[in-house]
């Protein structure tokens, strides 16, 4: 959650992890402005692909998608080391892209589980507007590359 003053900041994954009350209808509230802002400056197209400012800030309009989806962020604890499995969304190597990967702490099985819960973030990113890749990155370790359409 943000200091107060600061605004929203989706949870990316690579935070700490956030207090449960009260969270949710905080996303909510920013995913319904989102829409919102998309229904007012994307024309014919509406809420049904990113607005220019997500272009423009992509990660933080992936992980606010991704949080409103109900599917849950990684976590990092004050050492830097992962404290919950989930998604950890992160620039991509070129601009205007990202790169989503599912991670956890070491022994929890998170690469067993990847290519199912990067296909339920595909899912939910596809369904706001977004396309989706799926590769295969070092040690064979499947991620998402996540970019607006064209």
Known sequence: MAEPGQGFEPATGDGPEAPAAGRAPEVRTAFEG???IR???NGPAGASVPAPWEVRQPPRAVALVLEAA????SALDAEGRRTRTGYRVA???????VEVTWLGPP???AAEEEQERLADCAAALERAGWVCLLYRGPRRRRFLEVEPPR
């Open 34 to 36: 989102l829409l919102q």
């Open 39 to 41: 229904r007012l400056v």
């Open 70 to 73: 109900g599917i849950a962020p």
């Open 91 to 97: 620039a991509g190597a070129e601009a205007g892209r």
């Open 107 to 109: 022994g929890t099985g």
